[in-house]
């Protein structure tokens, strides 16, 4: 039966079996038949949905033994704006990305950072994750491995065979085999791969250094030992869990014993009993036997803001925590307490992305940002809005009354707007520019490179556009003007066609042309001024390449496709694509997001 005990058994001795749904029976491992009532996973008629429907959705049941869809339809998780909050059974944090295992399907779902594609999970039904730095790897179902993204040292070549754990961090991964034994890959450095002759039953890896629990119940640990991390203290234990440089383990007695660097006091626990432990690097976070969440270190900060609801399953990293309630649903923060939007729900009717974070107008007129919050850009004002733009680390909406309001970073002033009424904004690097209700074009921010002098202070547009130290604009006789002062083939050689709408890239420029054709000029260097062929309703450039929503309501892109930037999503279900740096989202017809490329800030 899926409860407190079994999710906590993902990160401790995290061996289960999945629940097989028959036609008209379940067997557990031993192939008895199961009373308890559990999660349909595979082979019912109907398939369950994962979609709410008037707040509702399917849930296939397994109750005496016979598959079927129970006659009350439930959503799993609680539903807000006609989408559900998937429920997880295990989540894993890692340095820029979290990934976690749904409980409906045995699936895995990943969000966050995608540099280096470690968001691309594959399909398939897995028993187990692990986020490591920049990649992530997974047990599947058959008890082979898998793992995807970063691949530096080699740390997502997985072994051929069948394993029971795997765990990934920075550069090196390990695993316990079937047949209990320890092998490990990726970096050789310090001698983290090279695991001692023994039984184990769990594994945890730090960035140089390993530890796992053996079958005796004692701790084995090694790699460096610069600060201690492998001097494993005596005694019997029920998991342990490796950070960066530190290790804390639950003993017998469930209390918690920490040693290694204690820069930050991530290894000072409270004497509070505990039913599981996560290490990060200058933190370290705990569910305790109340099922309450405990965190130290990270300067003392790691505890203030710890959320206080009640959860099963946590995974730390560097520079969050995520948690699963006892809804299943899952929870992430930053140290501090800051509770970090990582994966909003709910549907969307416009979208913005910037260098670093995203945001979006929801069904209801309100804002969410989620992603990077360095500079506050993602605490929003809480208001009606009518359209949103994003820029490297600001943000910048038109509200219900045609004022507009800006957050995030202002050095510049470019999160200072002026007053009066606005029927378009557009917010650059470190500049912002808009549309007023008459016409006029207003900029405001840094204006260093002249990326806002227009020549004349009546200067009025029908389209704009503020990018990375210029902006461009479309005339009430649909020409195109840009200015700057270093140009970069942007405004030395300006099209002489007229246009409906104009993005502004690094070093070259597109718009829709009255024809419904894409025109590009400037930079070339990677192909972003070549567009293809077609009637396009929007285009959107990021530094080195260029997307466009197709009149079929598909996306193109073209240009530098180095972050996989240039590479969207298939079908033709698209509403909106947003695209600056090297980072795009769309949003489809339901009102979902879908991003792409890379959200690591290249500042």
């Given at each position: 039966?899926v409860?407190?005990t ?5 990160v401790v001795?995290i ?8 036609a ?7 192939g008895?038949?199961?009373g308890?009532?559990?999660i349909c996973?595979?082979?019912?008629s109907p398939?369950p ?8 959705v ?10 079927e869809?129970a006659e009350?339809?439930v ?5 807000n704006?006609?989408e559900c909050n998937?429920p997880f ?12 295992l ?6 895995i ?6 540099r280096?594609?470690?968001?691309l ?11 490591g730095?920049?990649?992530t790897?997974a ?6 491995l ?11 070549l997985?072994?051929?065979?069948t ?14 085999k079937s047949?209990d034994t320890v ?12 695991p001692p ?7 945890s ?5 390993s530890?796992?629990?053996m079958?005796d119940?004692t701790?084995?640990?090694?790699g460096?030992d610069?600060?201690?991390q492998?001097t494993a203290?005596a005694?019997?234990f029920k998991q342990?869990?490796?950070?960066a ?5 639950i003993?017998?007695d469930?209390t918690v014993?920490?040693w290694?660097f204690?820069?930050?006091?991530q ?8 039913a599981?432990i996560?290490a ?5 976070c705990?569910i305790?036997?109340d099922?309450t ?5 990270q ?6 803001g ?7 399953q946590?995974?730390a990293?560097?520079i969050?925590t995520?948690a699963i309630?006892?809804?299943d649903?899952?929870?992430c ?7 970090e ?9 416009q ?10 107008i929801?069904s ?6 989620w992603r990077d919050?360095s500079w ?5 004002p809480?208001d009606?809005y ?13 509200k219900?009354d045609?004022t ?5 970073e202002?050095n ?12 378009n904004?557009?917010?650059g690097n ?7 209700t008459?016409?006029i074009?207003e900029?405001?921010g ?6 806002y002098?227009?020549?004349r202070?009546?200067f009025r547009a029908?389209s704009l556009r503020?990018g990375?130290g210029r902006?461009c604009?479309?005339n ?7 200015w700057?002062i270093?140009?970069h083939?942007?405004t ?7 246009f409906?709408?104009i ?5 070259h420029?597109c718009?829709i ?5 894409v025109?590009?000029?400037?930079s ?7 567009p293809?062929?077609g009637?396009?309703r929007?285009?959107?450039?990021g ?7 197709r009149d079929d ?6 240009g ?8 969207p ?5 698209f ?9 795009c989202?769309a949003l489809?017809?339901?009102g ?5 490329g890379?959200?690591?800030?290249k500042?």
């Amino acid at each position: 039966m899926v409860n407190s005990t079994f999710h906590r058994s993902l990160v401790v001795l995290i061996t289960f079996t999945l629940v097989r749904c028959n036609a008209n029976n379940a067997n557990n491992a031993d192939g008895q038949s199961s009373g308890d009532a559990d999660i349909c996973l595979h082979e019912c008629s109907p398939a369950p949905s994962h979609v709410c429907n008037n707040d509702m959705v399917e849930r296939c049941v397994l109750e005496r033994g016979s598959c079927e869809v129970a006659e009350s339809q439930v959503c799993l998780s609680g539903c807000n704006g006609g989408e559900c909050n998937e429920p997880f059974l295990q989540v894993s944090a890692g340095v820029f990305h979290v990934c976690g295992l749904r409980s409906a399907d045995f699936n895995i779902e990943c969000w966050g950072g995608n540099r280096v594609d470690q968001t691309l999970s594959p399909a398939g039904v897995f028993k187990q994750i692990s986020a490591g730095y920049n990649y992530t790897c997974a047990l599947r179902d058959d008890d082979t491995l898998e793992c995807w993204g970063q691949d530096f040292n080699d740390e997502t070549l997985a072994p051929s065979g069948t394993f029971k754990q795997v765990s990934a961090k920075d550069s090196h991964t390990c695993a316990i085999k079937s047949d209990d034994t320890v092998v490990c890959w990726g970096s050789t450095a310090d001698g983290a791969t090279t695991p001692p002759a023994g039984l184990f039953t769990q594994i945890s890896i730090g960035i140089s250094h390993s530890c796992g629990l053996m079958v005796d119940n004692t701790i084995a640990c090694w790699g460096s030992d610069s600060d201690g991390q492998s001097t494993a203290p005596a005694g019997t234990f029920k998991q342990i869990s490796a950070g960066a440089m530190h290790n804390c383990a639950i003993g017998s007695d469930d209390t918690v014993t920490c040693w290694g660097f204690n820069g930050q006091g991530q290894t000072e626990a409270p004497a509070d009993l505990f039913a599981q432990i996560s290490a990060a690097m200058h933190h370290t976070c705990g569910i305790a036997v109340d099922d309450t969440v405990k965190c130290w270190g990270q300067d003392g900060d790691a505890a203030l803001g710890t959320p206080t609801e009640a959860f099963k399953q946590i995974s730390a990293a560097s520079i969050r925590t995520c948690a699963i309630q006892n809804d299943d649903t899952v929870v992430c923060w930053l140290p501090g307490g800051q509770i970090e939007s990582l994966k909003p729900s709910g549907s969307y009717r416009q979208i913005g992305v910037g260098s670093s974070h995203t945001c979006g107008i929801n069904s209801d007129g309100q804002v969410a940002c989620w992603r990077d919050n360095s500079w506050d850009p993602t605490k929003t004002p809480v208001d009606s809005y009518k359209q949103i733009s994003v820029g490297y680390a600001h943000s910048c909406a038109i509200k219900g009354d045609d004022t507009v309001v800006c957050w995030g970073e202002n050095n510049y002033g470019q999160a200072t707007p002026p007053s009066g009424t606005f029927r378009n904004v557009s917010a650059g690097n470190y500049h912002t520019c808009g549309i007023r209700t008459d016409n006029i074009v207003e900029c405001w921010g840094d204006d260093g490179r002249s990326q806002y002098t227009i020549a004349r202070d009546d200067f009025r547009a029908d389209s704009l556009r503020a990018g990375d130290g210029r902006t461009c604009a479309i005339n009430a006789m649909s020409q195109v003007e840009c200015w700057d002062i270093e140009g970069h083939g942007v405004t030395e050689r300006l099209p002489t066609s007229l246009f409906t709408q104009i993005t502004v890239g690094y070093s070259h420029a597109c718009g829709i042309r009255n024809n419904t054709a894409v025109e590009c000029w400037g930079s070339n260097h990677y192909g972003e001024s070549s567009p293809p062929w077609g009637p396009f309703r929007y285009v959107t450039a990021g530094d080195y390449h260029t997307c466009g929503l197709r009149d079929d309501n598909s996306i193109a892109c073209w240009g530098d496709d180095y972050h996989g930037e240039s590479t969207p999503p298939s079908g033709a279900n698209f509403i909106a694509v947003e695209c600056r740096q090297y980072t795009c989202a769309a949003l489809t017809h339901d009102g979902r997001q879908i991003v792409w490329g890379s959200i690591v800030s290249k500042r």
